[in-house]
């Protein structure tokens, strides 16, 4: 999906994993977490790819600062060295922001 970004929703998505995602260090899975209010976001990504989990966690405890969570995971190593590539690193110190066709830039800043 993400050899090229050449879609609104792509360029979404692409600016919300460059912001929130996380690549493990295997290059094996993506995943990305957001609070439980915001579980549309996970929702949306896994309609676009077929082969990911969705997941909820409803553990509140606020003295271990565990607050309910939904979330994407997506184990692919392909999809992970393409986001990579585009990203410029797996850390977020690492990354850079790729030059995108000007009318998918606003929804790249939309997800970031």
Do not use: W
Not at 48 to 77: C, M, N, V, W
């Amino acid at each position: 999906m993400f050899e090229k970004i050449d879609t609104k929703e792509k360029a979404y998505m692409f600016g919300f994993f460059m912001g929130d995602g996380h690549i493990t260090k295997d290059h094996n899975r993506l995943e990305l977490v957001v609070a439980l209010s915001d579980k549309v976001v996970p929702t949306f990504f896994c309609e676009q790819f077929e082969t990911s989990k969705y997941f909820e966690r409803l553990k509140f405890d606020k003295k271990a600062r565990t607050f309910p969570k939904a979330g994407f995971i997506l184990h692919s190593k392909v999809e992970c060295k393409n986001l990579i590539q585009l990203f410029g690193g797996r850390l977020c110190v690492e990354r850079r922001v790729p030059i995108l066709k000007t009318d998918l830039e606003p929804y790249f800043i939309l997800g970031f």
